[in-house]
Every structure is written in structure tokens, then in C-alpha cells.
């Protein structure tokens, strides 16, 4: 086992397959029907603006949040269309690629999968916190006058919400092999970070939990959420509405640092436990993965760390010989 490593990755499931996120290069791999693997690769474009925001504590968060679904939904559809492909036979899949000569990557296209990606984001963080805060004043707004506990009855009825999407959606074999990959994704991450070669097998020994995940940062927005509109009062429900929309960024923002916090903090015996409910939502988003499903996680990891020090090599000289 070599060293564990300081290099902070992240990465996706996709549909019947992972995406990884490196320093210069997006890699989804997919596993197709005849049991290749196809490689989906985006090198990041440079920008100097968005690094220095990305160095800011509660902005970072907001921005990287927004930069993810972006990049996200690109390789989901990429991973959506090469599911398709494979559903829809050879013959008409090679009808299909000829209709789409020349335009399947297009900037138009990625741009309009870019914004759809986003604005998905969007609707759904909204729905998620106005509903709660809508019904909790419908249920409760009668009842007693503490605004502390309307906040934290509006955060019950919001993971409760979460809670009965999330296992409704993963009754779906589709959503159940999505949450495999999710696993499959977490376990080459948790490898990687404590020093361990990446083969299946060993791959597999590794939890698929992790303290850095997209579904701890959702638990995390809804605790974050109830401490932050304590701090603030409304006397009628548009005003609550507003509120909610309006302290949503802080949320977020919020919500991202202490999830970097739990994470720096998942050695320490006590302040693990910090990290725990972020982990027992994962229980739902994440599936033990089979071993053909690992394989495709470290394949596409380990495609996204090639390519990384393939565009980290050219820069490196140029900077040696200025």
C-alpha cells in the first residue's frame, strides 16, 4: 500500500457508469451492452476569474455547486444516449448517428445541456424549500407561535420529503444500478485517498460511504437551513416564501463549508460523528456495487488521472523553461 494521498477527486454516476472530475479533465466511462467500456472525455477550459472565486470561503460553494450540474448533466447525457443506443439495436442507432453528424457535441448543445442542468438544480432546491416551509404553515401556523420550532417542524417535514423521494425513486431498476454506481464511485475515491492499489478486489474492502458526498451536502442544507432562518422572522407565509428564496445562496454556501469541515475532521474519534447524517442518507443514495461495476469506476478513474498528468506535463516544462 503506497501513501495516502492529499489530491481531493470527485466524481458522479451516471447511467451504467462513473464520472470523475480531475485538476484539467472530466472522464464518464460506461459500460455498453456488449460489455466494453466508452470513455467520455472533457479537458476543463482555463478560467482564472472562476478559480480565485472558487478560493473564497461560502462563495466556493455556491459556485462549484453550480459548475457540477453543469458539467454533470453533460455526462449523464452522454450516458443516457449510449444506453439508448445500445436499447435501440445497432441499425437504428447507426440511422441516428447519421442524423446527428457533425452537431452531437456542439457548442450549442453543450451550452443548452449546461443551462437545463442548472436550472434543474435550481427548480428542485426551490420546490424542496418552499414546499416544506408551505405545508408546515398550512399544518401548523395555528398551533403555537415559536418561530424556532416552526423551523425545525419545517426541516422534519423536509427530510421527510427527501427521504420518501429518494426511496421512491430507487424502487426503479434503472435508479437501483444508478445508486450501485454511486457506490462503486465512493469505494475507488475512499482507495485512492488511503493509498490503496486500485483492483477490484481490493477496490470492494472500502466502504461505500463518504464523508464528501452530494448527498451529505443535501442533509447538511436542511440542518444549516433550520440554525440560519432562526435568526430571522416573518409574519405572513409570502413572507416566509421569500425569505426562504432569498437565504437559499447563504444555505448553500453555508452547507459547503461545513461539509469540507466534517470531511477534515472524519479521523477524529469524537468529531466523526459530525459527518453522520450525511452518511446515513447515503444508506438510501448508494447500492453495494457487483465487481463488473467497480471495474468501471476505476477505469474511469484512472482514464481521468492519465489524461490529468498527460495536460499537467506540457505546462510543467514551459514553466521550467521560462
Not at 484539467?24 to 456488449?34: C, G, I, L, P
Not at 460489455?35 to 460553494?61: A, Y
Not at 452530494?214 to 440554525?227: H, K, Q, R
Not at 469506476?297 to 489524461?307: H, T, V
Amino acid at each position: 500500500m503506497s501513501k495516502p494521498s492529499t489530491s481531493i477527486y470527485g466524481g458522479q454516476a451516471v447511467i451504467e457508469g462513473v464520472m470523475f472530475a480531475g485538476k484539467h479533465v472530466h472522464v464518464t466511462a460506461v459500460r455498453r451492452k456488449d460489455q466494453q467500456i466508452t470513455f467520455l472525455e472533457v479537458p476543463k477550459k482555463p478560467t482564472p476569474v472562476l478559480n480565485k472565486i472558487k478560493k473564497i470561503p461560502f462563495v466556493r460553494g455556491i459556485v462549484g455547486i453550480v459548475e457540477s450540474a453543469a458539467k454533470g448533466s453533460q455526462h449523464l447525457t452522454y450516458s443516457a444516449e449510449a444506453y439508448a443506443e445500445d436499447e435501440t439495436g445497432p441499425e437504428e442507432a447507426a440511422k441516428q448517428k447519421e442524423k446527428e453528424k457533425d452537431q452531437r457535441w456542439n457548442l450549442t448543445m453543450i451550452l443548452g445541456v449546461a443551462v437545463v442542468g442548472i436550472l434543474s438544480f435550481v427548480v428542485g432546491k426551490l420546490i424542496f424549500t418552499v414546499v416544506p416551509a408551505f405545508v408546515e404553515g398550512l399544518i401548523f401556523s395555528q398551533a403555537f407561535e415559536n418561530k424556532i420550532m416552526h423551523n425545525l417542524l419545517e426541516g422534519v417535514i423536509k427530510i421527510i420529503l427527501l427521504l420518501a423521494y429518494l426511496w421512491f425513486i430507487s424502487q426503479t431498476p434503472m435508479i437501483k444500478r444508478l445508486f450501485q454506481y454511486h457506490g462503486a464511485e465512493h469505494k475507488v475515491i475512499s482507495a485512492y485517498e488511503a493509498g490503496s492499489e486500485l483492483t477490484v478486489e481490493k477496490v470492494q474492502k472500502f466502504s461505500r460511504l463518504h464523508y464528501r458526498c452530494g448527498s451529505s451536502f443535501i442533509i447538511f442544507t436542511v440542518i444549516v437551513g433550520v440554525i440560519i432562518y432562526s435568526f430571522f422572522t416573518w409574519d405572513t407565509m409570502a413572507e416566509r416564501i421569500i425569505q426562504r428564496i432569498l437565504l437559499l445562496p447563504l444555505v448553500l454556501g453555508v452547507s459547503y463549508e461545513v461539509l469540507r469541515w466534517t470531511n477534515a475532521l472524519r479521523d477524529i474519534p469524537v468529531l466523526k460523528w459530525l459527518g453522520a447524517p450525511g452518511l446515513w442518507l447515503q444508506l438510501l443514495t448508494t447500492k453495494e456495487p457487483n465487481d463488473e461495476q467497480v471495474a468501471v469506476s476505476i477505469a474511469s478513474f484512472n482514464r481521468m488521472r492519465e489524461l490529468d498528468a498527460e495536460i499537467s506535463t506540457p505546462r510543467v516544462a514551459l514553466a521550467k523553461q521560462a
